[in-house]
């Protein structure tokens, strides 16, 4: 038998990038090599405003569907890599789409969202964002029921811009391992970059790493290690360093690289409707390192973590194969989807 030889075992995936898009940025992650990313649809917009963005995808799935497709499941995301396409993941980095109605969670999902950042920067129903003094916390009803609803519908909860208290306590209410999809290790970064409080405490990602969950490492300069000069020699010690805190199972990519927007987008995304001035002074567009100018390096992670001392499985850990396994976790064995199975006969 004349047999194409199985696509590798292993995947690349950046688990959230936030930019304008256009087919350049598709073709990007195609020269990247990447099997997944995981795309933002909403900051502050409610559930109106982002059904439209899901439409949006929609129509992106149909003229581009040479090189991306809808990743609804693991089974999607290894298709698309047998495809030669890149499997797209939608997610909210906000609540805000539930507005304040436990039904939504299951209506976004049934439209295709994966992934939900229970809070940004600030306080809403669910609990306090990461610039919140104090952080009160998962809210005692709302709170609870939307990560017990995300849970039993698999629906990924990313703790990226919640507060200390929010994320330590998700992590105790969440049935299913979470996700920080982009952030880095507060105590490996230190305080003098801009978006400081956005970086996560030992205390947190130990927590996360014990119930099973993965933190996506950024490369976005204001969150990075030694800020816009972050070579990536350093980037990847900042990875080595975390291996070494959490385990090499709990590390992954979340670059947060947004390509393409008009400089206004900053104004939205840190003040939204709430606020006329933003609480942290605005500092234009970032310039992303020489090595990560786009998707299209992704290639140098491999380079810079080999120099690091991981090994070629290690890296694939690191570079996606840690992804795929808790979006396994996660997403397939949620309660909603047994039930699924089970009541269609497929034991
Ligand atoms: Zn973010």
């Not at 809070?119 to 129903?125: A, G, I, R």
């Not at 330590?168 to 978006?195: C, D, K, R």
């Not at 970086?199 to 014990?210: G, T």
């Not at 997403?331 to 006969?345: E, F």
């Amino acid at each position: 038998m004349n047999q194409q030889p199985s696509p590798a075992a292993h995947f690349r995936v950046d688990a959230l990038q936030c930019s304008r898009w256009t087919r350049v940025r598709f073709e990007e992650w195609r020269r990247g090599g990447l099997d997944c990313v995981h795309v933002t649809l909403a900051i502050w917009e409610d559930a109106r405003e982002t059904l439209r963005v899901v439409g949006q995808w929609e129509r992106f799935f149909r003229e581009h569907a040479d090189i991306i497709a809808p990743a609804r499941s693991v089974a999607d995301v290894r298709a698309a890599k047998e495809a030669g396409k890149t499997a797209v993941m939608l997610g909210v980095q906000n609540t805000s789409p539930f507005e304040d109605d436990l039904d939504l969670v299951s209506a976004f999902h049934a439209a295709g969202v994966r992934i939900a950042q229970l809070t940004y920067n600030v306080q809403n129903l669910v609990g306090g964002g990461c610039w919140e003094d104090p952080d009160p916390g998962i809210s005692g009803y709302y709170g609870r029921n939307i990560i017990a609803e995300m849970n039993r519908v698999g629906m990924l909860i990313d703790l990226s811009h919640c507060g200390e208290r929010t994320c330590l306590e998700a992590i105790e209410l969440s049935e299913a391992p979470v996700a920080i999809t982009h952030g880095n290790p507060a105590a490996f970064v230190g305080g003098a970059v801009e978006l400081a409080a956005r970086n996560r405490s030992n205390e947190v990602l130990q927590a996360l790493a014990e119930r099973g969950g993965v933190i996506g490492l950024s490369t976005y300069p204001r969150l990075a290690p030694d800020g816009n000069d972050c070579t990536l020699a350093r980037f990847c010690e900042m990875v080595a360093w975390t291996v070494e805190l959490v385990g090499i199972e709990h590390v992954g990519i979340g670059t947060d690289l947004y390509l393409g927007h008009d400089p206004s987008i900053l104004g939205w995304w840190r003040k939204g409707r709430w606020s006329r001035e933003v609480a942290i002074p605005l500092s234009g567009l970032p310039v992303f390192p020489d090595w990560m100018q786009s998707p299209a390096d992704f290639d140098n992670f491999a380079t810079g973590l080999a120099q690091q001392g991981l090994t070629e499985n290690e890296i694939h850990q690191v570079l996606g194969d840690n992804w795929i396994r808790l979006l396994e976790q996660v997403i397939v064995t949620a309660p909603a989807n047994v039930a699924h199975l089970t009541s269609a006969g497929q034991k």
